[in-house]
């Protein structure tokens, strides 16, 4: 729901080609992992990991449990339009991602690496995989979690719209939506990278900005079919019952340097992430200055944990020297990237 699709994304991409002579010793404490978010679901996703990998397919077995019905027969079997939905999208891109990662460490057991990541960071809903990977969240309590914050989204945020506009600069874009108050509530709800940024609010000043987009030069200004208007100030009702049900959940100081979505500020404690994800509701995620902050601290390699590969593309874009590693799209022998050598994604 908040960010674009692979085809969208990679219109503005270009490859990079990973470095085959790095080794697993210097590789250790430069790469980071990376979770999508909604819009990444596709019936079948993960599939042919989990027929071959016992370890991620516990974790759908687990997800299945938790949950109380059968998550992993939507992920593989459908339909799309079930599987879309915000209340189902959310805990099986969560589950996904988890499988992928759990697939990647017991690779890396068998194969006597150690994974050792500088960095995690989840686009909007694939903050809570990253948090299950910092060990700030049990998997189970996770997965209950983001089924009720997209019952709640659904339920309790003012119906609106979103809008994703490529070409423009930051500052058009910014002017634009200045404009496009007049006409309702409206912001930015992703600074997904420079030149792509997705806009939340009513339909009114939405379709105002999508049009003045349009106007200005840019090369898509389109409406996006979602149904709420994610990471905006219509989520407020949506916040602040989240906010209560968060207060209840037993969060852990992140074990991995975890990078939050709101300021792009790492997270230390319990209470930090508690109000991240509360707060992320109707704040938007600043994606492009999340990846900035991990290059900066020496992160060379991005590998992305979960379905789809919107998140590399974006990367490459945001950080040209990057190299990025989508385990959803492994080499012909099925391999999985580990940090001692791998392959770029396409």
Do not use: C
């Amino acid at each position: 729901m908040t960010h674009m699709t692979d085809s969208e994304s990679s219109d503005m991409t270009t490859q990079q080609t990973a470095d085959p002579t790095a080794d697993a010793a210097s590789a250790a404490g430069r790469h980071a992992y990376v979770f999508p978010g909604q819009g990444s679901q596709y019936v079948g996703m993960g599939a042919a990991l989990i027929e071959r990998s016992l370890a991620a397919a516990k974790v759908m077995a687990r997800a299945d449990a938790a949950l109380g019905f059968e998550l992993s027969r939507l992920i593989a079997e459908g339909p799309a339009e079930e599987l879309d939905l915000t209340i189902n999208a959310q805990p099986a891109i969560l589950a996904t991602s988890v499988a992928f990662l759990e697939a990647m460490r017991d690779e890396a057991r068998a194969a006597g690496v150690e994974l050792d990541p500088q960095s995690v960071a989840g686009h909007s809903a694939g903050q809570y995989a990253a948090a299950v990977a910092a060990d700030a969240i049990d998997f189970e309590t996770a997965i209950n979690l983001v089924r009720e914050r997209g019952r709640i989204m659904q339920e309790r945020g003012i119906d609106g719209g979103m809008g994703a506009i490529i070409g423009l600069s930051d500052e058009q874009v910014h002017e634009i939506v200045d404009q496009a108050r007049a006409h309702g509530e409206i912001g930015i709800a992703n600074a997904n990278a420079p030149g792509q940024i997705v806009l939340s609010g009513v339909i009114p000043a939405l379709a105002f900005a999508l049009e003045m987009s349009r106007t200005v030069g840019a090369r898509k200004a389109v409406q996006l079919t979602v149904s709420v208007a994610s990471h905006s100030p219509l989520m407020r009702r949506a916040r602040d019952e989240f906010s209560q049900l968060l207060a209840h959940v037993p969060f852990r100081e992140p074990r991995v340097q975890m990078l939050g979505n709101v300021h792009a500020t790492v997270i230390e404690t319990a209470d930090a992430l508690r109000k991240e994800l509360s707060e992320h509701l109707v704040h938007g995620v600043q994606w492009t200055d999340t990846v900035r902050r991990m290059a900066a601290n020496g992160v060379t390699d991005f590998i992305e944990v979960g379905p789809g590969r919107v998140l590399s593309g974006l990367i490459r874009r945001i950080v040209p020297g990057a190299q990025t590693h989508a385990m959803d799209n492994p080499g012909a022998d099925g391999a999985i990237w580990l940090p001692r050598a791998g392959e770029t994604a396409a």
